[in-house]
């Protein structure tokens, strides 16, 4: 079975400093790997993917991730929080071997401090 | 227009009512999707649809029936619903090769409220 753990629902950082949001996956097969970002009252939007090739994973805003087959993890960074920044942010699994099905973990909810 | 658009950004309805909520994309994706998205939970699929065929129902209750008329449109149709189907409804779509998982494209949702 697939699944995805987002650890602390809610981050707080201040403006300029390092966001680091935590990601780590259950599965039996090579996953490829995406982070969402939703904005109030928006939808999800892409701010980046994995599939093959590079682990460290440049995605939109200043964001990246890097994939750890070890660790099993999919966290993703900034080294400077922009009070824009502020969001939802959501990871997700998906495989080529199921189908249509994404899991998306539960959310990390950001927030930027003056 | 371009991305996926969702109409209506709001809807309250009572228990007894039928309503639609509608999406449509156009970015040229050969498949859509519904989602649920409730407070404090992962996002749930409900449906998919592949070229028009529906390819999941993730044991979605009756209640939601769906609609693909063609690969821009889609439609969820509700009746009788009850006070915990209140959620945010995500539409989606992505341009699926059969090679490497595309990403998803959302709307930015139905607010869906159950009196």
């Known amino acids: 079975a697939q699944s995805v753990t987002q650890l602390g629902s809610h981050v707080s950082v201040s403006e300029g400093a390092l966001v680091l949001l935590r990601c780590n996956y259950s599965?039996?097969?090579?996953?490829?790997l995406f982070w969402y970002v939703q904005y109030p009252n928006q939808g999800l939007q892409l701010l980046l993917k994995y599939t093959t090739g590079a682990t460290l994973v440049k995605g939109i805003n200043g964001f990246e991730a890097e994939f750890k087959k070890s660790e099993t993890s999919f966290h993703l960074t900034k080294p400077s929080a922009h009070m824009s920044d502020a969001a939802e942010y959501f990871c997700a699994v998906r495989h080529a071997n199921t189908g249509n099905q994404f899991y998306f973990g539960t959310g990390t909810s950001l927030t930027v401090i003056p | 227009e371009t991305g996926v658009t969702q109409t209506p950004r709001h809807l309250v309805m009572g228990m007894t009512n039928k309503k639609s909520l509608k999406c449509e994309q156009h970015l040229g994706h050969n498949a859509m999707y519904w989602y649920k998205q409730s407070a404090k939970k992962p996002l749930e699929l409900m449906f998919v649809?592949?070229?028009?065929?529906?390819?999941e129902n993730n044991s979605v209750p009756s209640r939601f029936s769906p609609e693909c008329p063609n690969s821009s449109h889609l439609f969820l149709h509700l009746h009788t619903l009850q006070p915990e189907d209140s959620a945010l409804y995500l539409c989606?779509?992505?341009?699926?090769?059969?090679?490497?998982?595309?990403?998803?494209?959302f709307g930015n949702g139905t607010r869906l409220t159950v009196t």
């Open positions: 599965s039996s097969v090579p996953p490829y």
């Open positions: 989606a779509s992505s341009q699926d090769t059969g090679g490497e998982p595309a990403p998803l494209h």
């Open positions: 649809y592949n070229f028009k065929e529906q390819t």
